[in-house]
């Protein structure tokens, strides 16, 4: 019986794990203080868009360093060798951004952070550039 009863919780969080909320570690309004502060040298950090390429033409957050789609973050050790560098990651609606989070942290990333989605960004009365 106690076998069955594990058996069932485990299924369970299988099954809901996918479904869990995501939430974004910063606001837009913060993010958008984040970018004013790198402008006027108060703040390092790298701003990347794990969206797509066709995504990221679409519309990008301004002062995004780079498009890296979350399922490619691996190769973000190519461009960012310090491990203690700030890094901001985004998305659309910031589920990629918390698995693209994830992931480099167990790469030994210490200082990521999910700013959530564009929506968010948008919702809020902020513009996204083009290229």
Known sequence: MKMLILSIIALGFFIFYPYRVIAADISPDELRNFIQDRNEEKKSFILIDVRTSQEHQEGYIPGTDLNLPYDQIEKLSQFV???????????????????????????????????????????????????
């Open 81 to 131: 060798n310090d491990k203690d560098k700030m890094i901001i990651l985004y998305c659309r609606s910031g589920r990629r951004s918390e698995i693209a989070k994830d992931t480099l942290i167990k790469m030994g990333y210490k200082n990521v952070i999910n700013a959530g989605g564009v929506k968010d960004w948008v919702k809020k009365g902020y513009k996204l550039e083009t290229k």
